[in-house]
C-alpha cells in the first residue's frame, strides 16, 4: 500500500508539468524499478540522481524532463529535509577552506583530460558559451572570449590575472589575440600540465594554487567558471583580494553562474558526484560581498546560453562514446549525462542564470560604454586561430 501510495503522489505531481510515467513523450519517464517513487519523494534531487545512475528509470530527453520540472516548480514540493540540512552544515562549516580548496580539482577537473577533449571546444572552455550569431560550440566559445575581454579593454602589453585557468584556452586566446602577458591559476593538476602545454612559447605563466595565496598587481582580472567553487564564507575575502591585486585602472571580470536565492549550499547530487563542496552565488552574495571594495560597471545575463553549451557537450560525448572503450563506465555515462542534460533544463528552466559582472576599483570615470554585443569578425573569419 505504501509503495503505490508513493507511486501515485508523484504520478499526480508530474502529470501537473505534463510528465507521464511510462508515457510517449520524449520528456516523459520510463521506470524499471517502482522503488524509485519513494526515493524521489523522501531524497529528493539526491535520490532522483542516483536512481537514474542506478538504472531505475530512463528518459529520452533528460533536459526537456527537468525543463518541466523546475519550469512548474515541483522540486518544491518533494522532501525538504536534504536541502534543509544540507543549508545547516553550510552555514557553520566552510566548506571551501583552504584545505579543503584542491578537492574539486581532484575529484572533477582531473577525471581525464580524453574526457574533456572530446566534450568540449577546440580550446577546451569550460563554461559557458556566447550564442549570438554562432553556429557551433567552437564559434561560441570564441565569441564568449571576445566579448570578456571587448568589455575588459584589452591592450597589447597588459598583465592579466586569469582566476581559474582551466586548460589555457582563454589566457592562449588573450595572448595570440590581444598581445597580452597572462598569469593563470588552477587547483587541477592535470589542468595545470596541458595548460602547460597548450600555452608553451606564448608569455604566459601556468601555476598550480589557490587564489588565496596570490601575490601581485595587474592591469586586468577576470574569472571564467570558478566563483562557483569559492563558497559564501569567503565571498568577501576573495572580493578583497581582487581589489589588492587590481592596479588603480584596472578593470575585473566575473563569469559565474548565478543562484535565483541566497543560501548557503549546493544541491546534495551534484556536491556528491560532479562539483563537492561547491554553491552557486545569489545576486544579492555578489553585491553585498563587493561592496566597499570594487564598482559594479556592468551586469548582463544570458543564461539560456548555457542550455545551448551543456546540449552541445552532451551531444559530443554522446557522439563519440565508444571511442573512449572501457576507460569509463556505464555507471559514470549515466552519471555525466545526468549532469549535463539536468543542468541544462536548469538553465532553460532559467531556474539558475549565467552572469558576466564587470568591476572597477573606484568607478571609472568619463563616458564609458560597456559591449554586450559583438560584430561577425569571429564568424565571418574562421582562419584566425
Not at 184 to 210: K, N, V, Y
Not at 328 to 348: E, Q, T, V
Request: proline share 3%.
Amino acid at each position: 500500500m505504501a509503495a503505490f501510495i508513493f507511486k501515485r503522489k508523484l504520478q499526480l505531481l508530474l502529470e501537473n508539468a505534463g510528465i507521464t510515467v511510462d508515457g510517449k513523450e520524449p520528456w516523459d519517464i520510463q521506470v524499471h524499478d517502482d522503488r524509485f517513487f519513494k526515493r524521489v519523494l523522501t531524497e529528493a534531487h539526491l535520490g532522483t540522481g542516483e536512481s537514474y545512475m542506478d538504472g531505475w528509470w530512463d528518459c529520452e530527453a533528460l533536459d526537456d524532463f527537468f525543463y518541466r520540472v523546475l519550469r512548474n516548480r515541483l522540486d518544491k514540493q518533494v522532501s525538504g529535509l536534504p536541502r534543509f540540512l544540507g543549508s545547516i552544515v553550510g552555514s557553520i562549516v566552510n566548506l571551501q577552506n583552504p584545505g579543503r580548496s584542491f578537492t574539486v580539482g581532484e575529484t572533477h577537473y582531473n577525471i581525464g583530460n580524453d574526457l574533456y577533449q572530446t566534450m568540449l571546444d577546440k580550446r577546451m572552455i569550460y563554461s559557458c558559451g556566447y550564442w549570438e550569431n554562432a553556429r557551433n560550440l567552437d564559434q561560441a566559445q570564441e565569441r564568449k572570449l571576445q566579448l570578456v575581454f571587448q568589455k575588459l579593454k584589452l591592450e597589447p602589453g597588459m598583465h592579466i590575472l586569469d582566476i581559474g585557468c582551466g586548460w589555457g584556452g582563454a589566457a592562449r586566446f588573450a595572448a595570440e589575440r590581444y598581445g597580452a602577458k597572462v598569469t593563470g591559476i588552477t587547483i587541477s593538476t592535470e589542468q595545470e600540465q596541458l595548460a602547460r602545454e597548450r600555452c608553451a612559447g606564448l608569455p604566459i605563466d601556468i601555476q598550480l594554487m589557490d587564489y588565496r595565496a596570490l601575490s601581485g598587481t595587474y592591469d586586468r582580472i577576470y574569472s571564467i567558471g570558478m566563483f562557483e567553487h569559492v563558497g559564501h564564507k569567503n565571498y568577501r575575502a576573495y572580493f578583497q583580494m581582487v581589489r589588492n591585486s587590481l592596479k588603480p585602472d584596472g578593470l575585473f571580470l566575473l563569469h559565474t553562474i548565478g543562484s535565483n536565492r541566497t543560501g548557503t549550499n549546493t544541491d546534495k547530487w551534484t556536491n556528491r558526484y560532479i562539483f563537492p563542496n561547491s554553491m552557486l552565488p545569489s545576486a544579492d552574495h555578489i553585491t553585498r560581498s563587493s561592496e566597499s571594495k570594487l564598482v559594479i560597471e556592468d551586469w548582463q545575463s544570458f543564461g539560456h546560453d548555457y542550455f545551448l553549451t551543456l546540449k552541445a557537450w552532451n551531444d559530443n560525448i554522446e557522439t563519440h562514446r565508444t571511442a573512449f572503450g572501457s576507460r569509463y563506465s556505464d555507471r559514470f555515462f549515466r552519471m555525466w549525462r545526468y549532469y549535463l542534460l539536468s543542468a541544462a533544463g536548469s538553465f532553460r528552466a532559467r531556474h539558475v542564470q549565467l552572469w558576466q559582472v564587470l568591476f572597477s576599483p573606484s568607478g571609472v570615470e568619463g563616458m564609458f560604454r560597456v559591449p554586450r554585443t559583438l560584430s561577425d569578425t569571429c564568424v565571418n573569419n574562421p582562419t584566425n586561430p
